[in-house]
């Protein structure tokens, strides 16, 4: 049997930033075991961007933002083994059994001194609502459905309703509308995503949403048909008189996310670390990165004692998670117009006097220039996907190389539909130079299906 | 020329095709539906009822009871999980006891066993978690749990395994008496038997109409429920009825076979059998009744809320209501207002329409060789470490866990999927492997399903059904 000195179960963004940082202080003997052929978690449905703007300083897509992260891996000497499933974990006595069941080995037993569950989450289903009506087909949760139209190249339906105002809900209207589906409307208790989720995603495609608005009722035997919507009191109260139909075919749900903990101890267990969502649900993936690197600075510190370096490492990335959250906070409530540039995030005060713009709050030129060209002429990154020519079942994620006009969305999305390639290309591949004529290239954001490590039994 | 056809593919059919395949007898099933068990027997609690709810000496009470008893035979040939758990039946007022002694007496008259009235401190022991408003409660050790789905899938797997046809997506539409035999028309071809057995729950009434005016008229009665997570510790061991109160209908609690806990049902008329819509209302007088029950039922916990329809003789008095298993026409025996504890009595039941075929003249000569039990069949997961590397060696499958909340893999969906009565929907491996059935619902693993099902069936995603036709899971490829 194998012994280890650190297990960590799950290859998100939380696993591989802790595998990656124990590196970093020089823990070695360390496996990461992950349930799917490729790591990345969710990293690798979320082909949109806005990843990495505190961490990295720029806004990565998550497919992007995971390469970052496996790259930095591939530097470790972290044993990596996918497509394996853990199937017990022994607590009862030090070090703990891992069982775990893998493809390519079959039944594996290996020790640990340390376990990390870097589960993440799942979502609660809409069936847990319960939400009165029918139970046809066509409800998905909103994460289940990224799955499905990033990944999978399933399409859910063709005109969809959204539950849920978190960020999940958001991304998705925006995705579906790129895709080609009617998103009728947004809506939910309260509106909790980024406002620049608003401005991208809800506002820029004229989607209607509604806060303070729940579904009462579901339509349809077979196929989703419809739903009935209604206000919701602030006290959970339904008002019935305000109830209205909305035929669709498609509803998401993204209504909460619950911590998978399936694999954790029932009580708190010496040298065993919950580690991201699994632990508790955090907004971005930046702070899931850094509770990565803050639990390996925490085993870092049993076995380099009292290391100055160490506890100064350990002291900075906790002000900086409980800063990020202040932050982020702050930035839900501020109701002035937040540049997207860069991780200053400044908050842009603009007026218009006849024809004169006047911005303020910019601390750089180039917010100033972010600013100008939303007023006169916005511009958005593209992220969508492509075909493969030999896979059906697998999508491709793609970018545009740089922000495009509005305007040349929907043309480009048509052109996008078009292309096949072939299975494997490299990262930063220019699929379409110059497409459409919009200036900017259309590039792979790559695959990566992570390093075909060899775990050796003795 | 069949000897018999059994219409019906529920729990009343099955179990009917499953005890007549013994005998040298050539017998079709026919189901309307493109699965088995897709009607009352679908959607129901999978209790085992002791017998104490129906009135005395009722063809139902007494089915109960003895139907009860023998799912400890059916259990070990099937290898179908029971559990006799024993049950408990609250009341909290003086006037609900005399509803429990009620009970009590209706249990004796059937023939259950073990029933004692006990005071609240001993009901308190047995179930800590029970309201502690009661002031009596009525005992009873027979009170089981039984998987369903199993049950069904098994009985028709060993019906198949000695000779049983089973065609599905065959409605009958017309029955013909022909000298001596039936001719039966159907939307999928025309058949000639012998001896008809009428099991078509919802639709009995309409089928022994064809040969005879019916006596009995049959509607829809719909039942809701709760579904809760499954526990390290569940709440309950036991089933916790309740005396009714006030519109509380028959609602109840209980430990599923599978770890949850259920509670429900309503019982309200419905238009049509396809109604299987939840209510605000209904759903509404389950928190309420659950809660008072387990005062610590947390609804945090719920997975899931459905409805089943229970097809209820409506033309009769409430003190004349029961099972009918009735002689439509020489040859022609139908089984009629088979709802709640049809399931429990179905055994029974069965043995009562064989015992009428036989009167009408159905010869039973044994076969000389039949199968008489199931092999174990676990899931890949389920198996011992020997059994799973034994696995593995066959098929790398095994080792890819499609679902993770049931624990089910690609080679379990393959074996089922390639075997005598393959599934056509994703509700057909939900009930046959019980897979999007745990707390995410489906949430990872439809997407994979999708996929599999789309390659194993060589057809595009958006042919995959989520259970009848015209439920289209996806509406085909992205791009």
Known sequence: MKKYKVVIIGAGPAGLSCGIELEKWGIDNVLLIERREYNGGMLRQCIHDGFGLINLGKSYTGPEFFLSLQKKLDNTRVKIENQAYVLSIDYSKKPYIIKYISEKRGIVECSAENIVIATGCREKPFSALSVPGTRPAGIFSAGSAQYMMNIKNILPGKSAVILGLGDIGLIMARRLMLEGVKVKMVLGLKMTGLKRNLKNCIEDFSIPYREGWSIVSVHGRKRLKGVSIAAVSSDGEIDLSTKEYIPCDTLLTATGLIPEKDLCPLEETEDVYLCGNVKRIYSLVDQVCDAGAYTAIKIARKYLNNSKELNEAKKILKEKIDRSFEELEKSREDESFICTVCPNGCSLSISKIDDEILIKGNKCMRAYEYALSEMKEPKRIITSTVKLKDNPFMLYPVKTSKPVKKTLIEGIMKEIRKIKLPNKVEDGYIVSKNILGSGADLIATNIFMGRKDEVHEC | ?479
């Open chain 2, 1 to 479: 020329m069949y000897d018999l056809v059994i219409i019906g593919g529920g729990i009343i059919g099955l179990t009917t095709a499953r005890m007549l395949s013994r005998y040298n007898l050539s017998i079709l099933l026919l189901e309307k539906e493109n699965d088995i068990s897709e009607g009352a027997t679908k959607a129901n609690s999978g209790v085992l009822a002791a017998g104490f709810h129906p009135r005395g000496s009722s063809l139902k009470g007494i089915s109960a009871v003895k139907g009860n008893r023998m799912y400890r035979k059916i259990s070990r040939e099937l290898k179908v999980p029971v559990k006799y758990t024993g049950s408990l039946m609250l009341a909290y007022s003086d006037e609900g006891v005399k509803k429990l002694n009620d009970k009590y007496k209706r249990g004796i008259i059937n023939g259950a066993k073990g029933l004692r009235i006990i005071e609240p401190s001993e009901a308190f022991k047995i179930e800590p978690a029970i309201s502690r408003k009661i002031v009596k409660a009525l005992y009873s050790p027979e009170t089981g749990i039984i998987d369903v789905f199993k049950l069904v899938y098994n009985s028709a797997l060993l019906a198949i395994y000695n000779g049983v046809q089973i065609k599905l997506s065959t409605m009958v539409q017309d029955i013909i008496c022909e000298d001596g035999h039936y001719h039966i028309k159907t939307n999928n071809g025309e058949f000639d038997t012998k001896f008809i057995v009428n099991a078509a729950g919802e639709n009995a009434d309409l089928i022994e109409s064809y040969v005879c005016s019916s006596k009995f008229i049959i509607k829809p009665r719909r039942g809701q429920f709760y579904v809760f997570e499954k526990e390290d510790k569940p709440l309950i061991d036991h089933v916790i009825y309740q005396v009714q109160e006030t519109d509380e209908k028959g609602c109840f609690i209980a430990p599923t076979i599978d770890g949850n806990l259920i509670a429900g049902p309503t019982s309200e008329n419905v238009r049509d059998y396809d109604d299987k819509a939840t209510s605000k209302d209904g759903l509404d007088k389950i928190e309420r009744v659950s809660k008072k029950i387990i005062p610590s039922l947390q609804m945090s916990k719920l997975i899931h809320t459905f409805s089943g329809i229970r097809a209820n003789i409506s033309n009769l008095e409430k003190s004349e209501k029961d099972f009918f298993i009735e002689r439509s026409n020489k040859g022609m025996i139908s089984a009629l207002g088979i709802k709640n504890p049809g399931i429990t009595s179905a055994p029974y039941l069965s043995e009562i329409i064989i015992k009428k075929l036989s009167e009408d003249g159905m010869k039973l000569s044994e076969k000389k060789e039949y199968i008489r039990e199931l092999k174990e069949d676990r899931k890949f997961l389920d198996c011992n470490d020997e059994e799973k590397k034994r696995l593995l060696k066959e098929d790398k499958d095994y080792a890819k866990v499609i679902c993770r909340c049931e624990k089910v893999t690609l080679g379990d969906i393959k074996k089922v999927l390639r075997g005598p009565l393959p599934p056509v929907s994703l509700n057909g491996l939900k009930k046959r492997l019980r897979i999007g059935m745990g707390k995410c619902q489906g949430g990872f693993c439809t997407p994979e399903l999708i996929e599999i099902l789309s390659k194993e069936w060589h057809v595009s995603p958006d042919k995959i059904l989520m259970s009848k036709e015209g439920s289209k899971v996806s509406k085909g490829f992205v791009k």
